[in-house]
C-alpha cells in the first residue's frame, strides 16, 4: 500500500469547516484513498472513500487532486464530536492476490483532530 | 442494527491462562479480522478471515489463534496469554460486493486486555 502522510494535529472552531490534508505521492492507479477516524479509543469509523472523482457523503467530502497526489477530508461544520484520530489510508479494493491480504488496512499514525467551542 | 459485537470489552488475566475474545457481526459479512492497537505502534492486524474455514495470518499473528466455523463468529484465542500481549484488540468486517472487493470496513468496540 502506498505511504501516506498527514498533519500530526489540527484544530478548528466548532461549526467551522475542517479541511484534513493527506499526502500520498506514490499512490498507484488502482489504489483507492480512504478516510477513518477514532474517537478515544473506541473502534475506527470509515468516513468516506473515492478513486479520483471527488466524493461526498453524509459525514464528510473527499476532494483528490487531480495528479492523486494528495488528497483532503472536509467536515463543512464540525462538532465537539468531531474531535477524533483521523487516518487517511491508501489500498487496492481488491482482498487479495498471490497470498497477500489487501483487505488489511494499514493505518499510521493519523491527524489528532481537536475541535473546540 | 448493523454492528460488529465483541466480548468482553474489558479482561485482566494473570500469565498463562488461556482466554478468548469473541466477535460476531450480524451484517453477513464473508470478510472478518482482529487488529491490535498499541502506543506508537497504531492498528496492526493479527489474522484475518475470507470466509468460512479459511483464514490466514496478518502481521502480528505470533502467539494468536482464530477460528472460522460460521460466518458470524470470528473468536481470537489466546493459548497461553503473556504480558506482551497487553493491548487494546478490535474486530472488524467487511462485505465483498461479489467481485472479490470490498470498501468499508465495520470496527467493534474493542477490547482492553491486560495480562499479568
Known amino acids: 500500500d502506498a505511504k501516506t502522510t498527514q498533519p500530526t494535529s489540527m484544530d478548528c472552531a466548532e461549526g467551522r469547516a475542517a479541511n484534513l490534508p493527506c499526502n500520498h505521492s506514490?499512490?498507484?492507479?488502482?489504489?483507492?484513498v480512504y478516510w477513518y477516524r477514532q474517537i478515544h479509543s473506541q473502534g475506527p469509523q470509515y468516513i468516506i472513500h473515492?478513486?479520483?472523482n471527488n466524493e461526498t457523503n453524509e459525514m464528510a467530502s473527499l476532494i483528490i487532486t487531480e495528479d492523486r497526489k494528495s488528497s483532503t477530508l472536509i467536515l463543512p461544520h464540525a462538532t465537539l464530536r468531531d474531535t477524533a484520530v483521523y487516518y487517511c489510508?491508501?489500498?487496492?479494493?481488491?482482498?487479495?492476490?498471490?497470498?497477500?491480504?489487501?483487505?488489511?488496512?494499514?493505518f499510521g499514525q493519523g491527524t489528532i483532530l481537536t475541535v473546540h467551542p | 442494527e448493523a454492528q460488529v459485537t465483541q466480548n468482553p470489552r474489558y479482561l485482566i488475566t494473570v500469565t498463562g491462562k488461556k482466554l478468548t475474545v469473541t466477535c460476531s457481526q450480524n451484517m453477513n459479512h464473508e470478510y472478518m479480522s482482529w487488529y491490535r492497537q498499541d502506543p506508537g505502534l497504531g492498528l496492526r492486524q493479527i489474522y484475518y478471515s475470507m470466509n468460512v474455514e479459511v483464514t490466514d495470518k496478518g502481521d502480528v499473528p505470533e502467539g494468536y489463534k482464530v477460528s472460522r466455523k460460521e460466518k458470524r463468529n470470528f473468536p481470537l484465542i489466546l493459548e497461553s496469554p503473556s504480558p506482551n500481549q497487553t493491548s487494546l484488540y478490535f474486530c472488524?468486517?467487511?462485505?465483498?460486493?461479489?467481485?472479490?472487493?470490498?470498501?468499508?470496513?465495520?470496527f467493534g468496540q474493542g477490547t482492553r486486555l491486560t495480562v499479568v
Open positions: 489510508i491508501v489500498r487496492s479494493l481488491a482482498i487479495s492476490a498471490g497470498g497477500t491480504s489487501y483487505g488489511k488496512l494499514t
Open positions: 506514490t499512490i498507484s492507479g488502482n489504489e483507492y
Open positions: 472488524a468486517s467487511s462485505p465483498d460486493t461479489g467481485t472479490g472487493k470490498f470498501t468499508e470496513a465495520f
Open positions: 473515492g478513486l479520483k
